[in-house]
């Protein structure tokens, strides 16, 4: 695996493998942020996986109660083209998430449609805005390797 520990990140999680990391941009209420995707792609419907990470001032990441997450997360789902978003908020150890779970059908090159399913998780914590988001095809998700990157993801104390 890879450790993906970007600096000033409460939080790290393991690829299954080295992720391509580009620099973007989102648009917050607070303004533009900058930050940074890692993603691993998905080869033949088997395993996505992506982070999302943005430092945004302590403040504003306070504004992010339950509603202000959901309508971020129903953005998320449109933006990514999925259907069906269901929201929930977990709590695991000191882990506290708003995650998303949403569906889309692909067209594979013989012309057969698969369902796939895509579920986002954000974390909040001091500056740190951590949304990890992974997707496989419906009939083996959650694929090991999503269940490996989701227990890897760790918070600093």
């Known amino acids: 695996g890879y450790l993906y520990r970007p600096k000033n990140s409460a939080y790290s999680v393991e690829f299954s493998r080295k992720p391509t990391i580009t620099p973007t941009t989102a648009s917050f209420v607070s303004g ?11 080869a033949n419907f088997k395993t996505f996986e992506r982070v999302e990470f943005y430092t945004l001032d302590q403040s504003y990441i306070n504004l992010f109660d339950n509603d202000a997450i959901s309508k971020f997360l129903t953005e998320y789902s449109r933006y990514n083209g999925l259907s069906f978003p269901e929201i929930k ?11 998303l779970r949403a569906y889309k059908t692909a067209t594979l090159s013989n012309g057969k449609e698969k369902t796939l399913t895509f579920v986002a998780r954000v974390f909040l914590k001091g500056e740190t805005f ?19 990157f989701w227990n890897s993801t760790k918070c600093k104390e």
Do not use: C
């Not at 533009?32 to 998905?42: H, P």
């Not at 150890?93 to 995650?99: C, D, I, L, T, V």
């Not at 951590?130 to 490996?148: H, N, R």
């Open 32 to 42: 533009n942020v900058n930050g940074e995707i890692a993603e691993v792609d998905l």
């Open 89 to 99: 908020f977990n709590q695991e150890q000191n882990n506290k998430y708003a995650e």
């Open 130 to 148: 951590f949304v990890t988001y992974v997707g496989a095809d419906s009939e083996d998700f959650p694929t090991p390797d999503i269940i490996k």
